[in-house]
């Protein structure tokens, strides 16, 4: 079972960027998904969350410019990120689980590096 996160990149304030997590191995389509970010020299932290239903939840500091979505036939999970700010800067890091237990998922991906420039 592998996470495979891409479309990381440099990106001036203000600008947009798509990041995609691929999970191969099994299917994915049961399994809640989420994305997480870790800044340098900070703690690893939630970003936004898909259920199997298609609810997402959102971290209060990306509410209103990043959108989570998923293509089940795709087994992919991407994250839309707009409007985007020099704070954003991080690896972001894709994660699955069965149950949405997020202190100790299931998946990790390997992380995509985002900076945005000021």
């Known amino acids: 079972v592998q996470l495979v996160e891409s479309g990381g990149g440099l990106v001036q304030a203000g600008g947009s960027l798509r990041l995609s997590c691929v999970a191969s191995?099994?299917?994915?389509?049961?399994?809640?998904m989420a994305w997480f970010r870790q800044a340098p020299g900070k703690e690893r932290k939630f970003v936004a969350d898909i259920r199997n239903g298609g609810s997402t939840n959102y971290a209060d500091s990306v509410k209103g410019r990043f959108t989570i979505s998923r293509d089940n036939g795709k087994n992919t999970v991407f994250l839309q990120m707009n409007s985007q700010k020099p704070e954003d800067t991080a690896v972001y890091y894709c994660a699955a689980d069965q149950f949405g237990n997020w202190r100790n998922p299931d998946f990790w991906g390997q992380g995509t590096q985002v900076t945005v420039s000021s």
């Open positions: 191995g099994r299917s994915f389509s049961r399994d809640a």
